[in-house]
């Protein structure tokens, strides 16, 4: 793997060896593989932030491969892109907060659930066996999203309580 200067003293194999366990454990729960390589590579590095090419060499990836990765992680607000100062290169920098911020991109799924499935309960009458299936499963996703806006305020004091202010 590329080092950064601050990262001049770890041992590549072994940055590269989390890189690809942590990538392989995303991948296991559904992200796709190159996206989760990618991930994991900003993820390991101490700025958490690197081009392109620096990540297309790390990870031994074409540009192409890179680019899709990127484009994919940005959509999910893992990552955003950055322009270097006075320059076309693009950085790509995972957040300190990328967990929360793809979990509360998440709510705004769960809102478009939430009325297609009244929509549903709605048209398919709330007395017959599909619109209580219907019902029930509205009433999980209201339930959910309630424990999710509780749970990331709960995380918000936590991080700042743990890690300051940010």
């Known amino acids: 793997m590329t080092t950064e200067p601050a990262e001049a003293g ?5 940055v ?3 890189v690809e366990g942590f990538a392989a454990q995303l ?3 559904g992200m796709q593989r190159m996206p989760a390589r990618v991930f994991a590579a900003l993820l390991a590095s101490d700025s958490g ?3 392109s090419a620096e990540l297309g060499e790390s990870l031994r990836v074409s540009p192409a491969a890179v680019s899709g990765a990127v484009r994919y992680l940005s959509q999910q607000h893992m990552v955003a892109r950055e322009r270097e100062p ?8 995972v957040h300190s907060n990328q ?3 793809a979990l509360t991109n998440r709510e705004a799924v769960l809102k478009r659930w939430e009325s297609a499935l009244r929509e549903g ?3 398919l009458g709330p007395d017959t066996p599909a619109g209580r299936r219907m019902a029930e499963t509205l009433a999980f996703f209201e339930f959910v999203d309630g424990e999710i806006a509780a749970m990331m305020e709960r995380w918000r004091v936590h991080r700042e309580k743990t890690f300051g202010a940010g």
């Not at 770890?10 to 072994?14: I, L, N, Y």
């Not at 006075?86 to 920098?93: C, F, I, Q, V």
């Open 49 to 51: 932030s690197l081009t």
């Open 27 to 29: 991948v296991e729960a």
């Open 10 to 14: 770890r041992d590549p194999e072994a």
């Open 121 to 123: 309960v709605a048209s």
């Open 86 to 93: 006075g320059s076309r290169r693009e950085r790509y920098r």
């Open 16 to 18: 590269s060896k989390f």
């Open 99 to 101: 967990w929360y911020e």
